[in-house]
């Protein structure tokens, strides 16, 4: 079966340091996505990623490891703003969106 | 531009009852998703239509249809609702099907159904 596992909630402090993680098992691999969700509001996208390494947007950065089936979302410098839930969807080899349950994020002042 | 609506934004349904939910994009995408998300659990994808006048079948598609008749519009219907049909509902588009392409989603229509 297929199979995205993320922490269910994490707690930060504001200015912090956040890594979210994210692990899959899929019938193959086209790309990872991360997106932001905030409470009661539609996911909006944050990062792609289909090969390995670290790509840095901002405060946000996205790593991969294809051979570990392991992508993590770095969050610098939190703000308040940043309080949601982060998602993680893995694209398989029929290039369908398998999506993780999805980390709340709580940011403490 | 609008990117993405649904309405209605939320709605309480008698179990039995038939009910649409709207979507429309402005963005000329040609692949559309519906999805519902419930607690606990991934977005878990209903329908889906490559292109206008395509449609298929997602993960949990019992209890739901779906038409699309032009490249704007997406409805989603419930012929007969039940209680475990209770969830929020999101539509999505991106620019092709089968690709990486990034999906866009819509603000969201949160039901109950008694």
């Known amino acids: 079966g297929q199979n995205i596992d993320q922490p269910t909630e994490m707690t930060a402090t504001e200015g912090a340091i956040v890594q979210i993680n994210c692990t899959y098992q899929?019938?193959?691999?086209?790309?990872l996505f991360w997106y932001q969700q905030h409470a009661g509001e539609a996911p909006t996208f944050l990062s792609y990623?289909?090969l390995d390494g670290l790509e840095e947007k901002g405060r946000f950065s996205s790593f991969l490891s294809r051979s570990k089936g392991y992508s993590y979302l770095l969050l610098k410098e939190l703000q308040m703003k940043d309080s949601a839930s982060y998602l993680c969807a893995v694209v398989d080899s029929n290039y369908q969106l398998i999506w993780g349950a999805g980390t709340k994020l709580i940011i403490k002042p | 531009t609008a990117g993405i609506t649904q309405a209605p934004t939320s709605q309480i349904l008698a179990a039995g009852r038939s009910m649409t939910l709207r979507c429309t994009q402005d963005?000329?995408?040609?692949?559309m998703y519906w999805y519902r998300q419930d607690l606990g659990l991934g977005l878990r994808l209903i329908h889906y239509?490559?292109?206008?006048?395509?449609?298929g079948k997602g993960e949990v598609p019992d209890g739901y249809s779906v038409s699309r008749a032009n490249t704007d519009d997406f409805p989603l219907t419930l012929a007969s609702a039940v209680p475990s049909q209770t969830s929020v509902y999101f539509c999505?588009?991106?620019?092709?099907?089968?690709?990486?392409?990034?999906?866009?989603f819509g603000p969201g229509t949160r039901l109950t159904v008694l």
């Open positions: 899929t019938s193959g691999f086209n790309g």
């Open positions: 239509s490559n292109t206008a006048g395509t449609t």
């Open positions: 999505a588009s991106s620019d092709s099907a089968g690709s990486t392409d990034t999906q866009y």
């Open positions: 963005m000329r995408h040609n692949a």
């Open positions: 990623n289909v």
